[in-house]
Each structure stands twice: as structure tokens, then as C-alpha cells.
């Protein structure tokens, strides 16, 4: 089985990628990204397949390494020495992909080699913006399993606003677009909740309720029975659980929220607060956000091939 966790960032998705992980047999991928890479590498190395296949494995081998070889237990949540490592890598490199596959057949290609260079029963990718290539996914086999995340949207929000943490820049914050991604993520799961391989989980129930996640598990297939999940407060230095009574958005950015979303939060059990008044200030750090999320985009947009895919991926979502 291949399980793909996919929702909102901040909502949960490496806490559950670290409690796949305690499970036997289940190889969890957190933050893989490699559909991603493969999207923005496949016409780029078109006429020469064989040079395709040794920079995915360049990838494959610096994921591994980061997500095996360090100490730290949301970071490092792969069970892999070096040995392990270059023996995965030794299967892969053999596993060389027929230069007349399409990509939907090279991304099959990739996912059941890497599912058995692991040694996996099941394989879980972690990367919460596949929803958007649920189609394509969908093709590796029948197996193929979703499993969304959503959190409470003014809480979801918050956590990109404040995030700190290494690869996270905050001027990549804008409280519109994450509305937006929130909006975008929501309607991907209405659209495609009662087919028989797709799964909600709320942050909520993640977070304070191991009965909850039991739950899902069992409807994914995946025996948890014997597995205690830890507090998680104790599995590493993660933010998104993190909270603090100074972390809040203005006024004039929960009425975004509002404008944006409407009542759809309210399916969910989520609301929003009763409006308030909005200051002169809240205008003012709206555009000095605005400003800033705008100059920095754009300084990406012409920086490399990586971050331009990165902001179509926001224009996708956006629309």
C-alpha cells in the first residue's frame, strides 16, 4: 500500500508522519517532495533519460541521508544506517526507468522501486501539496490511499505566521493566500471524499485524542493496536503544536479568513470568533506584509527553476 498524507502545512502532517513511523512495516517519507522534483525534471532531461535517472537518485540519496542520519526525531524519522542506505540506493540505481515511459509511468516507476528497495509493506509520502496530482497518483497501483489534514483555519494561519524554524522564511507569509490554500485544500477533499480511498483527519483529534488516530489507521488497513503513540510534546522540537496566548492574528487578517472562506469551516466544527473592530495598525501591517510577501516572490521567481515552481504551485492554488 502507498499512502499519500496531503492537507494543509502546519496542520499536524510531520506529527503524523513520526507516529506512521513507530509502526512496523511502514516506511513514512516526511516531506519528500519527489513528485514535485520529478514534475520539474522530467522535460528538463527529456533527450537523455540515463542523466534523468542519476539525478533522481542524487535526490533520493540526500533525502535519505537527511531524513536517517541525524539527531532529531521529527528530522530524523527514517530507520537507516549508512549500510541501510547504500544498500537502498544500490536496488534503485538498477531500477533504471525505459526511456519511452510517460511521466505518469515514471512516477509510478519510482514509487514501487523506492516502496521495495525499503523493504516497506507500506510506503507513506508526506508531502502535503500532492493533493493537487491526486490523479496522477492514483495510477501507481490500486493500492494507492490519501489521507488529508486540516487544522482550524485562524490556527493554520497563525503557525505560518509565526513559524521559526530552519527552511522557513516568513516573509513567504500572507494571510490571503493561505486562505486560499486552506479554501483550495478543503474543496479537494469534498470533491473526492466518498471514494473509498480517501480520508479526513483533523489536526484537532491528531493532536489530543490517540483513539482518533487509531481510528483512521484502522480505516487505512494499518494495524496500530499495539503501538503507543507519545505525547506529542515530547517527539521533538516541532512548532506547529506549539501555542502561546502573545500568537495571534489582527482582526483585519481573521476577517480575510472570513471573506475568503465563508462558512465552510463551520462543517468542520470550526468558527470564527465575533467580529471586532479594526484599527488604523492592522491596515498598516497588512501592507507592510503585502509589500514584503510581494518583493520576496518575485526575487524567487527570478531566482531559480525551484522557486518558480514553487509560486505556480501558490497561482494553482490561488485559482
Known sequence: MIIFVVGMPRSGS??????????????????????????????????????????????????FQERALVNDPFEGQLD???????????????DVPSSLMRFDQIVSHYYLCIKAALNAEVLVDKTPQNFMHADTLLKIDDTVKFLYLLREPISTVCSFKYANFKGHDKRRYHPYIYAKYWLKTYKSYLTRKHEDNFYLLR??????????????????????????????????????????????????????????LEKVPNELGYYFPQCRKVNFEDFLYLLKTTVTFMFFNLKRLLSDADSRNRILTFIKIKG
Request: a negative charge.
Open 80 to 94: 537507516l544506517d549508512e549500510c541501510d542506505i547504500a544498500r537502498v540506493m544500490s536496488q534503485l540505481t538498477a
Open 203 to 260: 489536526y484537532e483529534d491528531l493532536a489530543e485524542s490517540p483513539c482518533a488516530v487509531k481510528s483512521v489507521f484502522y480505516e487505512l488497513g494499518l494495524d496500530s493496536g499495539a503501538v503507543v503513540f507519545p505525547d506529542a510534546g515530547r517527539l521533538g522540537n516541532n512548532s506547529s503544536n506549539k501555542s502561546s496566548s502573545s500568537r495571534s492574528l489582527t482582526e483585519l487578517e481573521i476577517r480575510i479568513l472570513q471573506h475568503v
Open 14 to 63: 510531520t506529527l503524523l508522519s513520526r507516529y506512521l513511523n513507530l509502526m512496523d512495516g511502514v516506511a513514512s517519507l516526511n516531506d519528500f517532495y519527489f513528485y514535485q522534483w520529478l514534475a520539474v525534471n522530467f522535460n528538463l532531461y527529456r533527450k537523455d533519460r540515463e542523466l534523468f535517472h542519476k539525478a533522481a537518485l542524487e535526490y533520493l540519496s540526500w533525502f
